[in-house]
């Protein structure tokens, strides 16, 4: 304040005097008090916590996106707007870096649960609310993880216990859940609820692999594993390469519930030891491309093929055939080729004799007595005007070619028939210089070579370059034709023979009766 003159008690005041000191008062008490005087240097309790370095305390946050941060504490009620988790009372701290209002970061803990979440508001953009050391850790009481689990140490092990020497409903599991209802698509049973015995005897604790409904319920366990002795249970088995050292075998169930319903196949040396069955069916195929069985396949019960293509395929470079079962027109075996064409077939027609069918063989003029019925599929003689064109009567040099015909006798070289014994016949090159039309001809089998195609692996059958081919068969059917017009020429001969001969009796009776 200025230096005015002191006032004497009983006398008059000058205001003029005076008044520079009322104003100096008033001057003082309504302008910011330095903080070096004993004030704030501000004119309003944020200003004054400022500069004063100091916090406010349980700010209420209303509106997390628009309130106007200090340092200091917080808290939101329920309703609040923005808040790290909807319906959830918080409190919290917020700290402005350096006094920029544009950079803040703020720490708010759940009253409902005690979790904590960070916001971070930087060149003026408020962040998301992230939850602290839940993206670091995992609960051990349990939790959810959205990224992968990776253990990385020599020796890595994940441990799932299992108390020793009990027994638990489901016994160890690890299983793979849908998303939107986590109901189990697979389960692991990595040890089931069979109960372990005594140390030493490997019981119990069985692995198995189970599949459920959409809904997550079980269906089955589709692979099984005995810990005792490894022995494993598989419902439908494909494989491009299975290998067994030892016998792959069954009783009655030893692939799924009563047989293997697929197909157990192999592409490279299938098995090396026995793949046998007491009572099992196998409804697909046993096979494989390369080398499939060095051991044997054996069934001490029944071994049956049900498919329909194929009960049992024989397999060679450039031929394969199928054997299998067929009920038309009656129950027997059928013979198929690679492309599954019935090539032949054996028919039980009665308890006494079967019956061979050749499906695709037709008639013809080389072998008309070889043809086979399209009904029956039996053999039968064809000679219907439907094959044939051009029909003449038989002529009389042509019937006169029977008289060129040697007959004679001989004995077979064939090691199938007796040497001893004689047999009639004609000579196939005598006949065919008598008519060549009366016998078949043939390559000679030494000119018939066999070669495999270096290629594919086919056997192909090719001539010997300059062979011709000889006569090798006679037709007797043939024969008994030229034979009948024969007869039949020498019948009318004989008949006109009588008939002149009768005449000349006549005569000659006539002739005496005179």
Known sequence: MKP????????????????????????????????????????????????LKTEVAAQTVTNYDSHVFENGSFWSASTATGEPVDGETFAGTAVILNNDPNSIVLHATSQNNGASYTRVKLGGVWGAWTREGIDDYVNVTGDLMTGDLRIRKNSAFLYLEKAVGTASAVGVQAGVFDGTNYAARWSLQLADSTAESTPGSNVGSNFSVIRCTDGGTLIDSPLTINRANGSMNVKGLTATSVTSTSSVSGVSAAFGATALTGALTGTTAAFTGNVSGAAGTFTGNVSGATGSFTGNVTATGMFEATTS??????????????????????????????????????????????????????????????????????????????????????????????????????????????????????????????????????????????????????????????????????????????????????????????????????????????
């Open 309 to 514: 293509a194929y009960g049992f395929r024989v397999v060679h470079p450039g031929r394969t055939w199928g054997v299998g079962v067929t009920t038309s027109p009656v129950p027997g075996l059928s013979f198929d080729d690679v492309t599954g064409t019935k090539v032949a077939a054996v028919f039980t027609q009665f308890s006494t004799y079967c019956t061979l069918i050749l499906p695709n063989m037709t008639t013809t003029a080389v072998a008309p007595n070889c043809a086979v019925s399209a009904s029956t599929g039996t053999f039968i003689f064809s000679s219907s005007r439907r094959y044939k064109k051009d029909i003449e009567p038989l002529s009389p040099t042509d019937a006169d070619k029977l008289l060129l015909l040697d007959a004679v006798t001989y004995k077979s070289t064939s090691v199938v028939d007796d040497p001893d014994r004689t047999w009639y016949g004609f000579v196939a090159e005598d006949v065919d210089r008598a008519d060549p039309r009366l016998v078949y001809r043939e390559y000679k089998r030494e000119d018939l070579l066999d070669e495999r195609d270096g290629k594919t692996g086919e056997i192909k059958r090719r001539v010997r370059e300059g062979a011709i081919k000889v006569p090798d068969q006679v037709d007797y059917t043939r024969i008994t034709v030229l034979a009948v017009a024969k007869v039949q020429e020498q019948e009318k001969r004989i008949k006109a023979q009588e008939e002149r001969i009768a005449g000349l009796i006549a005569r000659l009776e006539a002739l005496e009766a005179t």
């Open 4 to 51: 005015f003159p002191d006032v004497t008690p009983g006398t008059t005041i000058e205001s003029a005097v005076h008044n520079g000191t009322v104003a100096d008062v008033e001057t003082d008490l309504n302008a910011p008090r330095p903080v070096i005087a004993g004030g704030t240097g501000a004119t309003s309790a944020a200003g004054a916590r400022t500069n």
